[in-house]
């Protein structure tokens, strides 16, 4: 069974987007892995077809019905569906490498994206939905988080990428931020590739390059090493 993601979207024209492109849009072709989107405002009643009500107690903006939801959850997943329940959210879990990981080796995601000031608690209680961020800052909405979401996982996928060992060496793999890459020419505007990458010696290279990944990861992200929180 391949890789399966269903969108709940107000907006289901994003979708694919970037990803019916380069290598993920063929792998879709392929049926290396599959994407529904889920018409959220189908699951309306009544004559205005509301999705959204202002909030409890007051305050700006609309909130996402927990009714029309749970519809549409239970619509697109249900029970017996083995695929994680994921809401985007700045609230969730942050998005990482290793989560990543863990959805591709799944069976696939059912996934919410929100919009207005986001969705009633209820909802994200009563149908288990876990909470996953793209990142510390407010998108107008969940989709542009879900095609995040999902461009790193869908590369993960047996037969996705190209180069299989290109997935393993890259950065976050190994809790450290990747190496400078070059290529030709061999010397472009008077910068000269460094000598020891034209040396031939692949251990020199290869320690090089562990070098540099421990030097940038201390300059700029030393909350990935080990014991520095
Ligand atoms: N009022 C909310 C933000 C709502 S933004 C708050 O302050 O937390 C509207 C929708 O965009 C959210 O429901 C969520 O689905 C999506 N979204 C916004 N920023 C996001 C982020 N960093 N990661 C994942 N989803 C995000």
């Given at each position: 069974m391949s890789f399966r993601a269903t969108v709940l979207t107000l907006y289901p024209d994003m979708f694919p987007g970037h990803l019916g492109?380069?290598?993920a849009g063929k792998a879709l072709e392929a049926g290396a892995w599959s994407l529904e989107t889920v018409q959220i405002r189908d699951f309306a009643t009544g004559r205005h077809r509301n999705v959204d009500d202002t909030?409890?107690?007051g305050g700006a903006g609309m909130v996402l019905r927990p009714d029309v939801l749970a519809r549409a959850i239970d619509a697109a997943s249900p029970e017996g569906d083995p695929r994680p329940r994921l809401l985007m959210s700045p609230r969730g879990e942050p998005l990482t490498q290793a989560l990543a990981r863990r959805l591709a080796a799944g069976p696939g995601a059912v996934i919410v994206?929100?919009?207005f000031e986001g969705v009633d608690q209820r909802v994200i209680d009563g149908r288990g939905l876990a909470e996953i961020s793209v990142g510390d800052y407010i998108l107008s909405g969940g989709e542009p988080a879900a095609l995040v979401l999902l461009d790193a996982v869908v590369r993960l996928l047996p037969g996705v990428m190209g180069n299989e060992a290109s997935g393993t060496e890259e950065s976050f793999e190994?809790?450290?931020l990747e190496h400078p890459h070059y290529t030709r020419p061999q010397e472009w505007e008077?910068?000269?590739i460094p000598d020891v990458l034209l040396s031939g010696n692949h251990a020199r290279i290869a320690s090089w390059r562990r070098g540099e990944a421990e030097r940038l990861t201390r300059?700029?992200?030393?909350?990935?090493?080990p014991g520095e929180k």
């Amino acid at each position: 069974m391949s890789f399966r993601a269903t969108v709940l979207t107000l907006y289901p024209d994003m979708f694919p987007g970037h990803l019916g492109q380069s290598l993920a849009g063929k792998a879709l072709e392929a049926g290396a892995w599959s994407l529904e989107t889920v018409q959220i405002r189908d699951f309306a009643t009544g004559r205005h077809r509301n999705v959204d009500d202002t909030p409890a107690g007051g305050g700006a903006g609309m909130v996402l019905r927990p009714d029309v939801l749970a519809r549409a959850i239970d619509a697109a997943s249900p029970e017996g569906d083995p695929r994680p329940r994921l809401l985007m959210s700045p609230r969730g879990e942050p998005l990482t490498q290793a989560l990543a990981r863990r959805l591709a080796a799944g069976p696939g995601a059912v996934i919410v994206c929100g919009r207005f000031e986001g969705v009633d608690q209820r909802v994200i209680d009563g149908r288990g939905l876990a909470e996953i961020s793209v990142g510390d800052y407010i998108l107008s909405g969940g989709e542009p988080a879900a095609l995040v979401l999902l461009d790193a996982v869908v590369r993960l996928l047996p037969g996705v990428m190209g180069n299989e060992a290109s997935g393993t060496e890259e950065s976050f793999e190994h809790g450290l931020l990747e190496h400078p890459h070059y290529t030709r020419p061999q010397e472009w505007e008077a910068r000269a590739i460094p000598d020891v990458l034209l040396s031939g010696n692949h251990a020199r290279i290869a320690s090089w390059r562990r070098g540099e990944a421990e030097r940038l990861t201390r300059e700029r992200r030393p909350d990935l090493l080990p014991g520095e929180k």
